[in-house]
């Protein structure tokens, strides 16, 4: 009898060893898929120990360059922060690894993808939203939702004896006592010590940025080049004739990680709101995306109409819920994505910073395109077709409401 075929999104860890075990052990093929997508793994090691446990095969996928062009850096060209803090490094890659598992379900023929999500986070939702949108004939197992698999694992320890019982290799050294989820944009940390919001991070939590007390003594200045929103290079003078330039874009972004993690740059502890409803604490360290968000805050301003500007400020918040809430795929998303992309056409140019102590300081900006910004017209020392008077009148007219409010409330200045 031919056993249905399952693709299951593998970490290498205790929770998706074990549900590999448990799966085969349901009586399914599984085929083991892991997303490479800059995260600090040992892709071999986890690959020869799923092979272990059983799985009919590993495949290991290089989605780097994938994830950042196509997720990543238009993120930062739409202005995407959750709740006006969160740069969705842990979102953003859902979908990425979504189409990743999809293709391989499609591509192997499976019945199932499955994943080792659990029934209170926001992954388990932006995984099956995104699976469904590209897969609509797709079927998901979600153990963690699952009475016969959560009721008989409640947690870690049920997890640990299963393996020692099923043979499942476990690492020897302790487990961080919270939750972690990396790759090329962001590492996040939430759950266990943390979950209390007001207990301060234990000292050497963070991987990617190094304390305030560690950070270089001297400042960094950069240059970041954006053409239609997106940053397409870098430039670090070094010294008065030499500067290293960086145009690709997988190591534009490990640039500026290392050098925004030698100053300290974006780290934040927060409480968000997830989508289910609940509320959660967490930390992250996200040091190139703080440093290009703050470059093309500063050239959008420069470079955008006023009130597009503020069409444009609306649209972004309402895209980063839907990239937090895992509608990546959806109708509404792709349709504010095209308007979003419209408004950075004449975003373009050079915006010059500094990074030090964990402060992205912006130095100046110029525009490659015809700018409104009108220096002449602007300047305190020329004319440049502005007549004074004019103002006159326009404060008149804003100043009639406030007239009219302050004769209805019989208001007092003091």
């Keep these: 009898m031919t056993k249905d075929l399952v693709i299951l999104a593998y970490s290498g860890g205790l929770d998706t060893s074990c549900i590999l075990k448990w799966l085969i052990q349901k009586n399914y093929d599984v085929v083991c898929y892991m997303a490479d997508v800059g995260q600090n793994e040992d892709f071999q090691k986890a690959k020869?120990?799923?092979?272990?446990?059983?799985?009919?095969?590993?495949?290991?996928?290089?989605?780097?360059?994938?994830?950042?062009?196509?997720?990543?850096?238009?993120?930062?060209?739409?202005?995407?922060?959750y709740e006006n803090r969160y740069y969705l490094g842990t979102s953003?890659?859902?979908?990425?690894?979504?189409?990743?598992?999809?293709?391989?379900?499609?591509?192997?023929?499976?019945?199932?993808?499955?994943?080792?999500?659990?029934?209170?986070?926001?992954?388990?939702?932006r995984f099956e939203l995104s699976v469904y949108s590209l897969w609509p004939e797709g079927k998901i197992i979600a153990p963690w939702r699952l009475p016969e698999f959560f009721e008989k694992f409640q947690g870690?320890?049920?997890?640990?004896?299963?393996?020692?019982?099923?043979?499942?290799?476990?690492?020897?050294?302790?487990?961080?006592?919270?939750?972690?989820?990396?790759?090329?944009?962001?590492?996040s940390y939430e759950s266990g010590v943390l979950e209390d919001p007001s207990?301060?991070?234990?000292?050497?939590?963070?991987k990617m940025t190094r304390d305030l007390q560690q950070t270089e003594d001297y400042p960094s200045i950069i240059d970041i080049n954006f053409e239609k929103g997106l940053p397409?290079?870098?430039?670090?003078?070094?010294?008065?004739?030499?500067?290293?330039?960086?145009?690709?874009?997988?190591?534009?972004?490990?640039?500026?990680?290392?050098?925004?993690?030698?100053?300290?740059i974006g780290r934040i502890d927060i409480v968000e709101n997830r989508f289910l409803g609940l509320k959660s604490r967490g930390l992250y360290e996200t040091p190139a995306g703080t440093i290009l968000h703050k470059?093309?805050?500063?050239l959008?301003?420069?470079?955008?109409?006023?009130?597009?500007?503020?069409?444009?400020?609306y649209l972004q918040d309402k895209m980063a819920d839907f990239v937090y809430n895992g509608f990546w795929f959806s109708p509404e998303a792709n349709y504010t994505k095209k308007c979003l992309e419209l408004s950075q056409e004449s975003v373009a140019g050079t915006v010059t910073i500094q990074i030090f102590k964990g402060n992205v300081t912006i130095l100046a900006r110029k525009s490659?395109?015809?700018s409104l910004y009108n220096k002449e017209l602007v300047s305190m020392d020329v004319a440049g077709g502005f007549s004074p008077e004019d103002s006159t009148g326009f404060i008149n007219i804003n100043a009639l409401r406030l007239k009219e409010y302050s004769r209805f409330t019989k208001y007092t200045k003091f």
């Design 48 to 81: 020869q120990k799923a092979i272990t446990i059983g799985a009919k095969d590993v495949i290991v996928e290089d989605l780097r360059e994938e994830f950042i062009s196509n997720y990543m850096l238009p993120a930062i060209q739409m202005g995407l922060v």
């Design 92 to 125: 953003l890659a859902r979908p990425c690894i979504s189409v990743g598992l999809v293709n391989a379900a499609k591509r192997l023929g499976a019945n199932y993808i499955s994943h080792g999500a659990t029934g209170k986070g926001n992954d388990q939702v």
């Design 156 to 187: 870690r320890s049920d997890l640990i004896e299963y393996a020692k019982k099923e043979n499942i290799p476990v690492a020897a050294t302790p487990k961080e006592p919270w939750s972690t989820d990396e790759n090329i944009m962001h590492v």
């Design 300 to 313: 959008e301003a420069y470079a955008l109409d006023r009130e597009v500007l503020r069409v444009k400020k």
């Design 232 to 264: 397409v290079s870098v430039r670090i003078p070094s010294g008065h004739e030499n500067a290293l330039l960086v145009t690709n874009f997988l190591p534009l972004v490990q640039t500026l990680n290392k050098l925004g993690g030698q100053h300290g």
């Design 368 to 370: 490659s395109t015809a």
């Design 295 to 298: 470059a093309h805050i500063d």
């Design 199 to 206: 207990a301060i991070p234990p000292k050497g939590i963070y």
